[in-house]
């Protein structure tokens, strides 16, 4: 019998969340992490952040994010920060790769199977209500704040509403998912915010409307910086350079006009051409019918 474009998505949402053994895995290794980076640097405190930490990995593409509040003064520049840090990565590590690739330094253990990205942030006196609020690397050069348990806290509140349970999530981890099956150069935690900032005024979840209503708006309004909803920092950036913002725009039109093509043929029961180009959406990996 064949599937439903909505027992499509539920497929393709359960095939997407990582598996346990691989949160098992990343467990492991984070002990010797954090051991490395205490043997070298005097260390505040620890937060593991982005897709894992959120509940919006995409399996086999998602990294653990780890934010080091480092108990320095800050520097002058953010490449010694991450100098830093990856200078005591590679001297625990010596047989493992250790990059930047800003506004982290990425660990790629397994061969890159396991890959661990690592933060360095300066705590500030900026934060309100008691929640910290880092200053960390830019994207190309400088500082940008972040607000880690700010920014989870309102993707879980968005999440949890009446009538989207769970919809927030799932949008960012479809989004996530059009990024790395596309290989589109775009911030994780840009598209986590954009979705569940689009989530918090809709009353319902449904996945082919939402994913094609996100990636029209984003396409709208040219992947355009987004100002921090809780007002905890500043704002949200989409790409790293210029370079990588074309980039990923001409990708977000495709995204965009393939996500409305789906749509219309849902809507006039034409299922196998949304399926189609559902398929297309996601770089061949959306549930055959």
């Known amino acids: ?3 439903t474009v909505a027992e499509g998505f539920r497929s393709f949402l359960e095939r997407l969340t990582p598996l346990q053994s691989q949160r098992d895995a990343a ?19 620890f937060r593991e952040t982005g897709s894992f930490q959120h509940g919006t990995g995409v399996r086999n593409h998602t990294d653990v994010d780890l934010l080091v509040s480092i108990a320095r003064d800050r520097p002058g520049s953010s490449d010694t920060a991450l100098a830093w840090v990856k200078d005591a990565l590679e001297s625990s590590f010596p047989y493992t790769r250790v990059r930047i690739s800003r506004p982290t330094v990425v660990v790629e253990f397994a061969g890159g199977a396991e890959t661990w990205e690592v933060l360095p942030g300066f705590l500030t006196n900026r934060g309100a209500d008691g929640a910290p609020v880092y200053d960390i690397p830019g994207p190309s050069s400088g500082w940008l704040d972040s607000a880690p348990t700010v920014h ?20 960012a981890r479809l989004a996530k998912a059009w990024k790395y099956y596309n290989s589109v150069p775009i911030s994780s935690f840009y598209l986590e915010m954009r979705a569940a900032k689009y989530m918090a005024s ?4 449904n996945p082919i409307f939402d994913i094609c209503r996100l990636l029209e708006h984003l396409d709208e309004i040219k992947l355009a910086s987004m100002l921090d909803p809780k007002g905890a920092s500043g704002r949200f950036y989409a790409c790293s350079s210029d370079a990588k913002g074309a980039e990923a725009l001409s990708k977000v039109s495709t995204g965009a006009t393939r996500a409305r093509k789906a749509l219309s043929a849902h809507l006039g029961g ?5 399926f189609y180009y559902l398929d297309l959406l996601f770089g061949g990996n959306f549930p055959a019918r």
């Open 27 to 45: 467990a492991k290794h984070r002990s010797s992490v954090e051991a490395s980076l205490r043997n070298a640097l005097p260390v505040r405190i």
């Open 270 to 274: 034409d299922e196998q051409t949304a």
């Open 202 to 205: 809709e009353s319902s979840f």
């Open 152 to 171: 989870l806290s309102y993707v879980t509140e968005i999440n949890g509403k009446g009538g989207i349970k769970g919809g927030a999530k799932s949008l």
């Open 1 to 3: 019998m064949s599937r």
